[in-house]
């Protein structure tokens, strides 16, 4: 369209100095007329024909200008969001370097925890094994601990039977205090008819003697007659210890011994305890460690060891 008007206006232009007509002054004016109108007609329907893409051009021009605007606007968005983001990546930049920083501090500490993680496993170990030695040894002493619990227990019925003796034996004492006035009584007679029985004992051998040697010749007689006197020395001598009895109880004897009074020395008070345990008369066994034999110890003896 604007190539069309510009061939218009050159035709006028030509037409107007167009050097025949110029030499033709006589040229009617209503030609150059014409082609003016025509030219403006041209012209005028290429300007109706521009003005709807003048205005499009123009609608198009202003959305360029605000396309220009936003994207402007969008540029400096852009700028401060670039800026934003620079600083944001400073900052992110930094927060990974911290991040990395304390990631290799909780590696060497996680390194430091595994290293004593398998010491204390180390000493887990040791200490089971210990666990179990001791564990060992606990049912061992265990084990130890029921025997000796079983010997206190046989050692506490004894002790209960011995105290049940002892008792007995404080009460059969204080029957034999009841009944000293008694068995010194007896004890002096049994003394007379002890010394009788020996008298007589000592007449009786000598007689038998006499009587042996009257039968036996003259010889035997004269050695009979010569030794009336050892005879009778030895009839009137202690008389010799009866065999002894059954075993005692050593546990029985201590007991007795430790209620007698009067008893001798240790080496004599071991001797009569080894006499008693071995069945020995009370009266016997004393009368070997004790001269003059105590009354009161031959009494305790005898009342919890029996008599001969």
């Keep these: 369209m604007r190539l069309g008007v510009l061939v218009a206006a050159s035709a006028l232009v030509w037409l107007s100095w167009d050097p025949v007509r110029a030499q033709a002054p006589d040229a ?9 109108r025509q030219v403006i007609a041209m012209m005028e329907a290429e300007a109706a024909e521009l003005k709807p893409r003048l205005e499009t051009a123009r609608g198009q021009l202003a959305d360029l200008t605000r396309q220009i605007d936003e994207v402007t606007a969008r540029l ?17 930049k930094a927060a990974i370097a911290e991040r990395r920083a304390e990631r290799d501090r909780q590696t060497t500490a996680i390194q430091a925890a595994q290293a004593e993680l398998s010491d204390l496993t180390d000493q887990i170990d040791d200490a089971r094994a210990q666990a179990e030695a001791g564990q060992a040894a606990f049912q061992t002493a265990q ?11 046989s050692a506490r019925a004894e002790l209960a039977d011995l105290t049940a003796r002892q ?34 004992t000592a007449e009786l051998t000598v007689l038998t003697r006499v009587r042996d040697a009257a039968l036996s010749g003259p010889e035997p007689e004269a050695q ?4 009336p006197g050892a005879a009778i020395a030895a009839a009137t001598a202690a008389p010799d210890p009866r065999p002894p009895g059954p075993r005692r109880d050593p546990a029985l004897v201590d007991a007795a011994l430790a209620q007698a009074p009067a008893l001798p020395a240790a080496a004599q008070r071991a001797r009569l305890r080894d006499l008693l345990i071995g069945g020995h008369c009370a009266t016997d066994a004393l009368r070997q460690v004790q001269d003059p034999i105590n009354r009161q110890t031959l009494l305790v003896l005898v009342g919890r060891l029996g008599g001969c």
Aim: proline share 1%.
């Design 28 to 36: 009617e004016p209503s030609a150059q007329a014409h082609a003016l």
């Design 76 to 92: 400096e968005t852009g700028r401060a969001d670039l800026i934003r983001l620079q600083t944001d990546q400073d900052r992110i």
């Design 143 to 153: 084990a130890d601990l029921t025997g000796l619990t079983d010997r206190i227990g």
């Design 167 to 200: 008792e007995a034996a404080q009460a059969s004492l204080a029957r034999s205090q009841d009944l000293a006035a008694q068995i010194a009584d007896q004890e002096r007679r049994v003394g007379e008819l002890t010394e009788s029985v020996r008298q007589l």
């Design 224 to 227: 009979a007659e010569s030794e």
